[in-house]
């Protein structure tokens, strides 16, 4: 039971490429989240996905884009990258009756 | 819109003392509220989640209370020690969905 899994752990990008984050989780649940997290500022949440087949705008989703593969994969897609997305990453994943979020080890990216 | 808030930013602390951490929330109409535990380099990790009916919840040497009428949380760690250096976050549901809004965090230092 490996949780929920991010790849990758770490990437450089140059201004204008694009990069897909991959996210997965083996726990079966429903609903699944991408937050970014930057110094002073916490995290915040970028586009979740309540179930399957569904996405929703968080807090801060410009610039990215998402897709819900299949109940256990979540894609966060930088189509253009810019330095003001430079930031770590957050996957996590979230079934009502067990309450908490469960959360991957992180993406950290930087671009130039 | 729901702000939470923590003070202080970064704390430290001889080894053996015991500390709180403050976490504010402006919106007293919350499911609940966790906190986490987020080691360098590393994700966050669920310490303990209190139910808005609750008043504390314990968790061997951590212990977090909340007073929803003064949207305030406390986290209470008794006899710190340098395994405890970490940074804490606490959150708050938007709804039933499982989006968190987060403080920016208090990062622990406890010396040896």
């Known amino acids: 039971n490996a949780g929920v899994t991010q790849t990758p752990k770490f990437q450089v990008l140059k201004t204008g490429q694009s990069m897909t984050l991959q996210c997965a989780q083996d726990m079966n649940h429903n609903s699944m989240y991408w937050y970014r997290q930057d110094p002073g500022m916490g995290l915040r949440l970028i586009y979740y996905s309540a179930s399957e087949g569904t996405t929703d705008k968080g807090e801060v989703p410009n610039g990215y884009n998402v897709s819900r593969l299949n109940k256990r994969e979540f894609s966060l897609r930088l189509e253009s990258a810019a330095p003001s997305q430079t930031s770590v990453y957050f996957c996590a994943s979230f079934e009502r009756n067990q309450e908490t979020q469960y959360f991957g080890p992180g993406t950290r990216l930087l671009v130039l | 819109k729901q702000e939470v808030t923590q003070i202080p930013a970064a704390l430290s602390v001889p080894e053996g003392e015991n500390l709180v951490l403050n976490c504010s929330f402006t919106?007293?109409?919350?499911?609940?509220l966790q906190w986490f535990r987020q080691d360098p380099g590393k994700g966050l990790t669920s310490l303990l989640l209190i139910q808005s009916s609750q008043r504390e919840q314990t968790s061997g040497r951590l212990n977090a209370s909340l007073d929803k009428s003064s949207g305030r949380s406390t986290l209470y760690i008794a006899a710190s020690q340098p395994g405890d250096s970490a940074t804490y976050l606490c959150a708050v549901p938007t709804s039933n969905t499982g989006k968190l809004i987060f403080g920016q965090g208090t990062t622990l230092q406890v010396k040896p």
């Open positions: 919106d007293s109409a919350i499911y609940n």
